[in-house]
């Protein structure tokens, strides 16, 4: 590295990492991240766990992840379109639209997609290159509804479930008290699909605090005071609270839609809701996942509350492979169709898992069931498939 005459280093090098976890059931899919604290074992991780989901939610996608070591709020945007550019060059042809296929994640946004879908189409010109990699803008052939894909999943698979299973006696979403921590992306899209179902948002946060009211919180308004303000404390009309205490607030549905460990040991049993639907990857940990269950509290698990976002992202994938564009309603009515019937399926596994291992905690949860049907579906295809030569 040498420093410039402006004190900016130049000719720095940066680590990045791509994993195929298991590409038994399809090409690789997971995003590419961008963040200074990203290490291959974390990659790695999140690979396995593409692999799961990507096998519940029944789309014929493995597991793969990826990311670049860089401080993405200190680079200059030309600074980030080389190192997207650098990168997919030296992945070369370890992605393809039928080998492995990147998507956006953290620090990370549909404009870079677009950076590695030209590069990689320079690379490999005079064909079909669209469908290499998904969440791009749409006038490169992204997907209607991927904005909103993953917010909107989590909440068709809490309507689903409380529709199956009932909460407190309620099978619909009209009238039920929702908390959600993380008002980004995902956290954001849930609010508006809750609120559109008649549900009342009575917590919000952020990374900078939480807000409280029990007569409702509207989502568009919090965005727009977020977006003046640069954060929702402090918003009209609405109480300032801690983040742990918005986990502790008295509600019926819980979405952790922020960061990983949020609910953990020493707060599990201070948490109210009577459902927490885990948006973010891994909220829970795994001491708070026997607390709440053994509080009678239930759990719809990340890997299928999340899968909103890579169910449209193959859609997206479909699409450019067709050359065709579905209206947004089309993509809303298959998206809506997929999370319940993963939804139906894990609840049918848990019943049968309960039943057969009474005495057995773990069998009880759907994180278990939902884990036990994807393992089983890539058991299934390795052993069909044979391993050869
Ligand atoms: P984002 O960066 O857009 O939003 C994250 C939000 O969480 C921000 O509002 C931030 O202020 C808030 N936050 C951070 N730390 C917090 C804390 N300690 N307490 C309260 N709020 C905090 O991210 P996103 O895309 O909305 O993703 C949210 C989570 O969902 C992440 O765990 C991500 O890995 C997971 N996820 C995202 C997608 C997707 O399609 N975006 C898909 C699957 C899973």
Same mark, same amino acid.
């Given at each position: ?122 690379m490999h010109p005079g064909r ?89 919180? *509207? $989502? @568009? &308004? ?14 009209? =009309?609405?109480?300032? /609270? ?52 053994e509080r009678g509290v239930s ?60 005495? *057995? $905690? @773990? &069998? ?14 890539? =058991?299934?295809?390795? /052993? ?6």
């Open positions: 590295m040498l420093p410039g005459r402006d004190g900016r280093w130049f000719g720095a090098s940066f680590f990045g990492f791509r994993v195929l976890h298991n590409n038994v059931l399809g090409p690789g899919k997971g995003g590419l991240r961008f963040h200074p604290d990203l290490t291959l074992e974390e990659v790695t991780s999140l690979a396995a766990l593409m692999t799961w989901k990507c096998a519940l939610i029944d789309v014929p996608f493995g597991g793969a992840k990826g990311g670049v070591v860089c401080d993405s709020k200190t680079l200059s945007d030309g600074e980030l379109r080389r190192i997207t550019r650098r990168f997919i060059t030296e992945l070369g042809d370890n992605i393809g639209p039928h080998t492995d296929i990147p998507a956006p994640d953290m620090y990370t946004s549909a404009e870079t997609m677009a950076l590695v879908y030209d590069t990689y189409d320079t079909n290159n669209r469908p290499v990699v998904t969440g791009k803008p749409l006038d490169q052939g992204g997907s209607l509804g991927r904005r909103d894909a993953s917010g909107n999943g989590v909440v068709h698979a809490t309507e689903h479930f409380i529709k199956l299973r009932g909460l407190d006696g309620n099978h619909h979403l009209g009238g039920l008290r929702v908390v959600i921590q993380g008002f980004g992306k995902v956290g954001f899209a849930a609010a508006k699909s809750f609120a559109r179902r008649e549900a009342r948002i009575v917590g919000l946060s952020d990374s900078q605090g939480a807000i409280h009211n029990e007569a409702g919180i *509207d $989502p @568009l &308004a919090a965005l727009a005071y977020k977006r003046e303000s640069g954060s929702l404390a402090g918003m009209p =009309a609405a109480t300032n /609270l801690s983040n742990e205490d918005l986990l502790a607030l008295d509600c019926d549905i819980l979405v952790p839609a922020a960061v990983a460990n949020q609910i953990h040991a020493g707060n599990a049993a201070d948490v109210r809701a009577r459902l927490v639907v885990e948006a973010a990857y891994d909220p829970v940990t795994r001491e708070a996942d026997a607390i709440l269950q759990l719809v698990p990340d890997i299928l509350a999340n899968a909103g976002g890579v169910c449209v992202s193959y859609f997206e994938w479909v699409q450019n492979i067709q050359n065709q564009s579905w209206t947004e309603q089309e993509v809303e009515r298959k998206l809506r169709h997929k999370m319940n019937h993963a939804v139906e399926l894990v609840l049918k596994r848990q019943h049968r898992m309960r039943e057969s291992h009474p005495d *057995d $905690p @773990l &069998a009880g949860m759907m994180r278990t069931a939902a884990l036990a049907l994807a393992v089983e579906r890539v =058991a299934c295809a390795t /052993l069909e498939r044979g391993i050869w030569p």
